[in-house]
């Protein structure tokens, strides 16, 4: 080589090939060496990536480990089949691509946007197969196949279930809590559910849709009431309903098919198939069959089929196909197929009868005529009322 030159000032060289030699000197600056590029290509000396920062592509066969200490960020793509274990990697990892199975014994899965545990989409295994929970919070999946969803406290004991909010508990098999506070679905057989409301208790085959306070048995239902109770004695097919309303009550042991639209502190007592009670609106209202309830302390009754619309402390207490409308502390006492209408502290004894305290005939000028033979070509049927200059009549003939 001619004279001595700085390094920078020796010719670039082009189409490097592997047999081109580097000159190499030793460690103490004594020997030099030469070594072929193919040499370095290979890269067999390559054992940690701590110090590389840029993007960084891994080739060749299978069987690659990658260990991570804990601060890196690992890129793995879709193309990478032969990764069978993360256990190791402790950083934050992204797969790339489609059709990824993940499969976790206990570990913490955090969804794309997650961050720290928290945002909703964070879950860890619970304690029953294949159940999951937040991540956050202090909740707990024991049930088989079960899920909380998300909130605090929140406790899913059932196979199956799923619950959601603030301290709410599902015991129940296929039992359900969406959202509210300190809710209960503690049912044997399962299939009950609360959605919102606070302080509610489900029962099996029972819903409860908002409302607070309320207690529904089996086969009930209640739809924003209040301090309200279905106790079906878990009797099948009682199908209570209560909506709105509050200090509702309905108690069927062995009744069937009542039903509360609104009203306050009602009551409906039956003891036996086929009850079919109603109570619309109103309140301090008691149909009452069943003698079970201290008060009032009636006995032996059997009415079915009764209702109470839009009345005041009025009670039906026996008999059947019973009505009470519009009325204050109105009675039916052993009748059937008995009505009140707009009466006030009345009793009703008489079957087959309807009361009211006064009739007002508004279209009392079309119906005088001078007798039947005339009433019936006016049109008033066999049977109707009609008045003669004032003095009324029954059509009879």
Not at 38 to 60: A, K, W, Y
Not at 345 to 372: H, K, Q, R
Request: with cysteine.
């Amino acid at each position: 080589m001619a004279g001595n030159k700085k390094i920078f000032d020796l010719p670039l060289r082009t189409g490097v090939t592997a047999d081109d030699r580097l000159a190499i000197v030793d460690s103490g600056n004594t020997t030099t060496y030469s070594v072929k590029l193919s040499d370095l290509q290979d890269g067999t000396g390559v054992n940690t990536l701590e110090s590389l920062t840029g993007n960084i592509t891994l080739s060749g066969g299978t069987d690659i480990t990658i260990t991570d200490n804990g601060s890196d960020t690992i890129t793995i793509s879709s193309s990478a089949t032969n990764v069978s274990s993360l256990e190791s990697l402790t950083g934050n990892i992204t797969f790339s691509g489609t059709n990824i199975d993940i499969t976790t014994s206990g570990q913490t899965i955090y969804l794309s946007g997650s961050t720290g545990g928290g945002g909703g989409g964070v879950y860890q295994s619970g304690t029953g197969t294949s159940s999951i929970k937040p991540v956050a919070g202090t909740n707990t999946a024991s049930g088989d196949f079960s899920a909380v969803l998300n909130g605090d406290g929140n406790t899913q004991s059932g196979n199956y279930g799923i619950v959601s909010g603030l301290n709410n508990t599902a015991s129940g098999p296929q039992s359900f809590i969406i959202g509210g506070t300190n809710n209960t679905a503690n049912n044997g057989l399962g299939n009950g559910g609360i959605i919102g409301g606070n302080n509610n208790t489900s029962g099996e085959r029972s819903g409860i849709v908002f409302g607070r306070q309320n207690n529904v048995g089996s086969d009930g239902f209640t739809f924003g009431a209040h301090n309200s109770t279905i106790s079906t004695n878990n009797n099948p097919n009682r199908d209570a309903v209560i909506l709105g309303g509050a200090y509702n009550i309905e108690f069927t042991n062995g009744g069937s098919r009542n039903t509360f639209l609104g009203g306050y502190a009602n009551k409906i007592y039956n003891a036996f198939t086929n009850a079919h009670s109603n109570i619309w609106g109103g309140e301090y209202n008691w149909i009452d069959a069943s003698g079970t309830y201290a008060s009032p302390s009636y006995t032996n009754w059997s009415g079915d089929t009764a209702t109470i619309i839009n009345s005041k402390n009025s009670n039906i207490k026996n008999g059947q196909v019973n009505t009470i409308l519009n009325s204050e502390s109105c009675v039916t006492t052993a009748t059937t197929r008995t009505t009140i209408i707009s009466c006030s502290g009345f009793t009703a004894t008489a079957d087959d009868m309807v009361y009211v305290p006064a009739l007002n005939v508004v279209n009392y000028a079309s119906l005088n005529f001078s007798g039947d033979t005339a009433a019936a070509t006016g049109g008033v049927e066999l049977g109707g009322l009609y008045h003669d200059n004032g003095a009324v009549r029954v059509r009879i003939t």
